[in-house]
Protein backbone atom coordinates (compact mmCIF):
# COMPACT_ATOMS: atom_id res chain seq x y z
CA UNK A 1 0.00 0.00 0.00
CA UNK A 2 1.32 3.10 -1.12
CA UNK A 3 1.29 6.44 0.86
CA UNK A 4 -1.89 7.77 -1.09
CA UNK A 5 -3.63 4.80 -0.54
CA UNK A 6 -3.27 4.90 3.02
CA UNK A 7 -6.55 4.85 4.86
CA UNK A 8 -6.39 7.77 7.20
CA UNK A 9 -8.56 7.93 10.83
CA UNK A 10 -10.03 10.82 11.95
CA UNK A 11 -12.23 11.30 15.64
CA UNK A 12 -14.45 14.03 15.72
CA UNK A 13 -14.77 15.37 18.98
CA UNK A 14 -17.50 17.32 21.19
CA UNK A 15 -18.62 17.54 24.35
CA UNK A 16 -21.97 15.60 24.16
CA UNK A 17 -21.45 13.68 21.26
CA UNK A 18 -24.76 13.97 19.48
CA UNK A 19 -24.90 16.03 16.70
CA UNK A 20 -22.28 17.61 15.28
CA UNK A 21 -19.13 15.63 15.86
CA UNK A 22 -22.18 12.24 14.87
CA UNK A 23 -22.95 14.19 11.44
CA UNK A 24 -18.85 14.79 10.90
CA UNK A 25 -19.00 11.01 11.55
CA UNK A 26 -21.26 10.31 9.28
CA UNK A 27 -19.86 12.58 6.65
CA UNK A 28 -16.46 11.00 6.90
CA UNK A 29 -17.88 7.69 5.70
CA UNK A 30 -19.71 8.60 3.43
CA UNK A 31 -17.22 10.59 1.97
CA UNK A 32 -14.14 9.19 2.21
CA UNK A 33 -14.05 6.69 -0.58
CA UNK A 34 -12.30 3.99 1.65
CA UNK A 35 -9.51 6.82 2.18
CA UNK A 36 -10.74 8.28 5.66
CA UNK A 37 -12.63 6.39 8.23
CA UNK A 38 -14.91 8.52 10.80
CA UNK A 39 -15.28 8.40 14.50
CA UNK A 40 -16.83 10.61 16.84
CA UNK A 41 -16.71 10.84 20.56
CA UNK A 42 -17.92 13.33 23.79
CA UNK A 43 -16.10 14.49 26.75
CA UNK A 44 -18.92 14.24 28.58
CA UNK A 45 -21.74 12.39 25.58
CA UNK A 46 -25.37 12.61 26.69
CA UNK A 47 -25.95 8.92 26.06
CA UNK A 48 -28.22 9.42 23.16
CA UNK A 49 -28.12 10.75 19.26
CA UNK A 50 -30.33 14.08 18.84
CA UNK A 51 -33.25 12.98 16.68
CA UNK A 52 -32.53 15.90 14.14
CA UNK A 53 -29.38 15.20 13.37
CA UNK A 54 -30.54 11.06 12.55
CA UNK A 55 -33.34 12.88 10.67
CA UNK A 56 -31.07 15.40 8.61
CA UNK A 57 -28.72 12.42 8.19
CA UNK A 58 -31.54 10.12 6.27
CA UNK A 59 -32.70 13.07 4.25
CA UNK A 60 -29.76 13.58 2.84
CA UNK A 61 -29.39 9.67 2.38
CA UNK A 62 -26.27 9.60 4.38
CA UNK A 63 -26.22 6.05 6.01
CA UNK A 64 -26.23 6.20 10.46
CA UNK A 65 -26.43 2.95 11.05
CA UNK A 66 -24.16 2.26 14.57
CA UNK A 67 -24.55 5.91 15.18
CA UNK A 68 -24.08 6.21 19.21
CA UNK A 69 -23.19 8.61 22.09
CA UNK A 70 -19.76 8.04 23.15
CA UNK A 71 -16.90 9.02 25.59
CA UNK A 72 -13.83 9.92 23.83
CA UNK A 73 -12.07 7.39 26.35
CA UNK A 74 -12.98 4.41 23.94
CA UNK A 75 -10.25 6.05 21.62
CA UNK A 76 -7.70 6.47 24.23
CA UNK A 77 -7.67 2.48 25.54
CA UNK A 78 -5.84 -0.57 24.45
CA UNK A 79 -7.29 -1.31 21.55
CA UNK A 80 -8.46 1.20 20.25
CA UNK A 81 -8.73 1.42 16.65
CA UNK A 82 -5.10 4.36 15.26
CA UNK A 83 -6.14 7.84 15.39
CA UNK A 84 -4.12 10.10 12.52
CA UNK A 85 -6.31 13.20 13.15
CA UNK A 86 -8.47 14.59 16.35
CA UNK A 87 -11.12 17.28 15.10
CA UNK A 88 -12.96 19.13 17.91
CA UNK A 89 -15.77 21.31 16.53
CA UNK A 90 -17.56 22.61 19.71
CA UNK A 91 -15.45 24.99 21.75
CA UNK A 92 -16.36 23.65 24.95
CA UNK A 93 -13.90 20.34 24.07
CA UNK A 94 -11.44 22.21 22.88
CA UNK A 95 -10.59 23.83 25.75
CA UNK A 96 -10.85 20.83 27.84
CA UNK A 97 -8.03 18.50 28.41
CA UNK A 98 -8.06 15.60 26.38
CA UNK A 99 -7.21 12.40 26.79
CA UNK A 100 -3.47 10.97 25.57
CA UNK A 101 -4.36 9.92 22.32
CA UNK A 102 -1.44 7.02 21.08
CA UNK A 103 0.33 7.81 17.90
CA UNK A 104 0.23 11.79 18.58
CA UNK A 105 -2.14 12.60 15.92
CA UNK A 106 -2.92 15.55 13.99
CA UNK A 107 -5.32 18.30 16.13
CA UNK A 108 -7.51 20.68 14.94
CA UNK A 109 -10.41 22.96 15.88
CA UNK A 110 -13.01 23.38 13.42
CA UNK A 111 -15.67 25.59 15.64
CA UNK A 112 -19.63 25.20 14.56
CA UNK A 113 -22.68 26.67 16.59
CA UNK A 114 -24.13 23.77 18.03
CA UNK A 115 -27.53 23.07 16.37
CA UNK A 116 -29.31 21.02 19.50
CA UNK A 117 -28.73 24.24 21.29
CA UNK A 118 -31.36 25.91 19.19
CA UNK A 119 -34.98 27.06 20.64
CA UNK A 120 -37.71 27.28 18.87
CA UNK A 121 -39.34 25.37 16.05
CA UNK A 122 -39.09 22.08 14.55
CA UNK A 123 -37.96 24.81 11.30
CA UNK A 124 -35.62 26.34 13.15
CA UNK A 125 -34.06 23.31 14.57
CA UNK A 126 -33.87 21.41 10.93
CA UNK A 127 -32.23 25.11 9.51
CA UNK A 128 -29.71 24.93 12.26
CA UNK A 129 -29.49 21.53 11.66
CA UNK A 130 -28.41 22.19 8.21
CA UNK A 131 -26.33 24.74 8.46
CA UNK A 132 -24.07 23.02 10.72
CA UNK A 133 -24.62 19.90 8.27
CA UNK A 134 -23.09 22.56 5.49
CA UNK A 135 -20.47 23.89 7.33
CA UNK A 136 -18.81 20.69 8.24
CA UNK A 137 -19.43 19.27 4.73
CA UNK A 138 -17.52 22.18 3.45
CA UNK A 139 -14.40 21.70 5.95
CA UNK A 140 -14.32 18.15 5.31
CA UNK A 141 -14.66 18.43 1.63
CA UNK A 142 -11.78 20.54 1.97
CA UNK A 143 -10.06 18.44 4.02
CA UNK A 144 -10.05 15.41 2.14
CA UNK A 145 -8.91 17.69 -0.84
CA UNK A 146 -5.21 17.68 1.01
CA UNK A 147 -2.27 16.03 -0.47
CA UNK A 148 -1.75 14.95 3.00
CA UNK A 149 0.92 12.64 2.41
CA UNK A 150 3.20 15.07 0.51
CA UNK A 151 2.67 17.73 3.13
CA UNK A 152 4.88 18.27 6.33
CA UNK A 153 3.91 18.04 9.71
CA UNK A 154 3.79 21.92 10.15
CA UNK A 155 2.35 22.67 6.81
CA UNK A 156 -0.90 20.21 7.46
CA UNK A 157 -1.55 21.39 10.66
CA UNK A 158 -1.77 25.29 8.67
CA UNK A 159 -3.91 23.88 6.61
CA UNK A 160 -6.33 22.20 9.39
CA UNK A 161 -6.38 25.56 10.74
CA UNK A 162 -6.93 27.74 7.43
CA UNK A 163 -9.96 24.68 7.23
CA UNK A 164 -11.86 25.54 10.14
CA UNK A 165 -11.95 29.40 9.62
CA UNK A 166 -13.61 28.40 6.61
CA UNK A 167 -17.18 28.87 5.85
CA UNK A 168 -19.18 27.31 2.71
CA UNK A 169 -19.69 29.62 -0.30
Given at each position: ?TD??????I??????N??R????????????A???????????P???????A?A???R???????A?????D?????????I???????????????????????????G????????G???????????A???????????????????????????LD????????
Amino acid sequence: MTDTDRRYNILVLCTGNSARSILAEALINHLGAGRFRGFSAGSQPNGRVNPHALALLARMNIPAEGARSKSWDEFAAPGAPPIDFVITVCDNAAGEVCPIWPGQPMTAHWGIDDPAAVEGSDLDKAQAFRKAFNALEHRIRLFMSLPIASLDRLRLEQELDAIGQSLPG
